[in-house]
């Protein structure tokens, strides 16, 4: 159970979550497969390859070796590309791939640390063109995630400038505590995997979701909750959590009601005249 909200005189907390199978239901990168090839990116063989790899991720077989594979294949797949074609292409097909697939309960959870006072900080393998805009989408205060090298050309050169990738994630949260000021000791953490073991045991409260076998052993050994994810739901059709409009939004809304709220009482008062007189 989280518990409740911050006291601001103790130091800043955070909720960490990776992102393929514990926000979103399947690989955020591999989902983009049939845009890339549609944007002219990738070719029909290579959709094929990414929709097994997909299989093979989502059916939990994916482990350290395999993980290694599927990052040389994807380092090598999108040398040459583009950065803001891709980007554009994510930004286009993001609302109609990534929307559904975002499990509910995450969402959820995501919701109540943010009015528990706590950042969200999305910490994913995936590259950050990808990873970016879901964060945003989720309304994470910050994204941790792989990032490619970019020549002068403005495309990738298939080199890998940073991978959070098992220790590298446990290395980027504690440069993030010292550097935010979050008390890891009560900062919660979220992974399905066991790769993310280093992450997982450098907060206080490590939750294993939808766990891999290895991760559940872990987790079962270590006294850490375990949680079932299973609802993908789109962000529009959860209440309240995310229906609430952003602030600037609900500025907008408070505005027009007021107008609304002021509009009626002139019409009120224009009407009881009438009638007296």
Not at 70 to 77: C, D, G, K, N, T
Request: glycine letters at 6%; hydrophobic letters at 45%; a negative charge.
């Amino acid at each position: 159970m989280l518990k409740g909200v911050e006291n601001h005189s103790l130091p800043r907390t955070a909720a960490f979550f990776d992102l393929d199978k514990t926000v979103i239901a399947k690989s955020s990168t591999l989902t983009f497969s049939k845009s890339f090839y549609q944007g002219g990116l990738i070719n029909r063989r290579a959709v094929l390859r990414t929709a097994y790899a997909q299989f093979v991720f989502l059916a939990g077989g994916a482990d350290h070796d395999q993980m290694e594979r599927m990052r040389a294949y994807l380092s090598a797949l999108c040398r040459g590309w583009n950065v803001q074609q891709v980007k554009e292409i994510v930004a286009e097909t993001l609302h109609d791939l990534i929307d559904p697939i975002i499990y509910d309960e995450a969402a959820s959870l995501i919701e109540e640390h943010h009015t528990a006072g706590r950042d969200v900080v999305i910490v994913s393998t995936s590259g950050a063109e990808v990873v970016e805009p879901i964060g945003e989408l989720l309304g994470a205060d910050r994204v941790v995630a792989t990032r490619m090298v970019v020549g002068e050309d403005g495309c990738f050169t298939g080199e890998v400038e940073y991978y959070a990738y098992g220790p590298t994630k446990a290395e980027a949260i504690r440069e993030l505590a010292a550097s935010e000021g979050y008390d890891l000791s009560r900062c919660y953490a979220y992974s399905d995997s066991a790769t993310d073991v280093p992450m997982l045991e450098a907060v206080g409260h490590p939750h294993a979701v939808n766990p891999d076998r290895a991760l559940r052993r872990e987790a079962l050994a270590r006294g850490w909750q375990i949680l079932d994810f299973h609802r993908p739901v789109r962000l529009k059709q959860r209440i309240p959590a995310f229906s609430v409009p952003p602030r600037p939004a609900l500025v907008a809304v408070a505005a027009i009601g007021a107008a609304a709220a002021t509009a009626g009482l002139v019409w009120y008062a224009n009407r009881r005249r009438a009638t007296a007189v």
